[in-house]
């Protein structure tokens, strides 16, 4: 998901880069419950009928789609801040607060697309200064990552 913000009083311009994420907190966890729920009573069913080292291996698929949920979660929670201004291009990744930033003089950075040469892989979107380059948007769909470029190609070519 791709938001712009312009402030028109410093002529900042901020873009939000986030994954799409397809499930709120409350809903995964509610999920989680259900799953326990399912699990628990086919489990008990199989170790009535006799069945009874269906219930550990029942425990640890649970645990297993837990950590994988989780795991999922706090990927959709990664973002990154691209912030330009009159000098200086500005990124900022991490979750809930900046964890790496990356800055570069406005007037040299260079924007490098490529696009992959194997058919259904995604593209690659990154800003390069001198040697130091770092990648963005690489969790966006194509057709996001896409309209970032161009984007970023008209923003950093208005000078």
Not at 23 to 37: E, H, I, Y
Not at 54 to 79: D, I, N, T
Request: include cysteine.
């Amino acid at each position: 998901m791709v938001e712009s913000e312009h402030d028109a009083e410093t002529g900042e311009k901020t873009i939000v880069l986030k994954p799409n994420g397809s499930l709120s907190k409350w809903q995964s966890v509610a999920l989680l419950v259900f799953c326990a729920f399912w699990m628990m009573a086919i489990g008990c069913l199989f170790a009535l009928a006799g069945a009874w080292p269906v219930l550990p291996f029942s425990g640890l698929e649970w645990l297993l789609l837990a950590y994988c949920l989780r795991h999922s979660m706090k990927k959709s929670e990664e973002q990154e801040v691209i912030t330009i201004t009159e000098s200086v291009v500005r990124v900022e990744k991490g979750r809930k607060r900046p964890e790496q930033t990356y800055k570069f003089q406005r007037a040299w950075v260079m924007l490098n697309w490529v696009q992959s040469p194997i058919r259904g892989r995604p593209s690659r979107l990154s800003l390069r200064l001198h040697g130091k380059e770092v990648e963005i948007g690489r969790f966006l769909v194509e057709s996001e990552r896409q309209t970032l470029a161009r984007e970023l190609k008209i923003l950093l070519a208005s000078r």
